[in-house]
Nanobody, 122 residues
Framework: QVQLVESGGGLVQAGGSLRLSCAASGRTFSSYAMGWFRQAPGKEREIVAVISGSGSRSYHAGSVKGRFTISRDNAKNAVYLQMYNLKPEDTAVYFC???????????????WGQGTQVTVSS
């Protein structure tokens, strides 16, 4: 069982930066791949970035590549999403999630946080 709590969302102007954090419970955090997903109003949940359990592999969606970076600290049971050059289209609720495998589909993630709102004004 893994419990996830996101933090760090907020309101920022276009071009600004935010760093999202996700704190995880449990002693087997490093055995889970972690993903960041987002969902805007009226849209489906979409993948943003994924990182393997060891942190050796990562994936970033094309829409955020070069602007966002996923990282993790297994000693702190935490995963992060550093976001630079934010755009209004990045506005969404951002969720962190845990999976037993390095997957890119939300359906393959077993544990989810409650989400944190990111709003980017133009």
């Amino acid at each position: 069982q893994v419990q996830l709590v996101e933090s760090g969302g907020g309101l920022v102007q276009a071009g600004g930066s935010l760093r999202l954090s996700c704190a995880a419970s449990g002693r087997t955090f490093s055995s889970y791949a972690m993903g960041w997903f987002r969902q805007a109003p009226g849209k489906e949940r979409e993948i943003v970035a994924v990182i393997s359990g060891s942190g050796s592999r990562s994936y970033h969606a094309g829409s955020v590549k070069g602007r966002f970076t996923i990282s993790r600290d297994n000693a702190k049971n935490a995963v992060y999403l550093q976001m630079y050059n934010l755009k209004p289209e990045d506005t969404a609720v951002y969720f962190c999630a845990a999976s037993g495998g390095y997957y890119f589909s939300a359906y393959q993630y077993d544990y989810w946080g409650q989400g944190t709102q990111v709003t980017v004004s133009s």
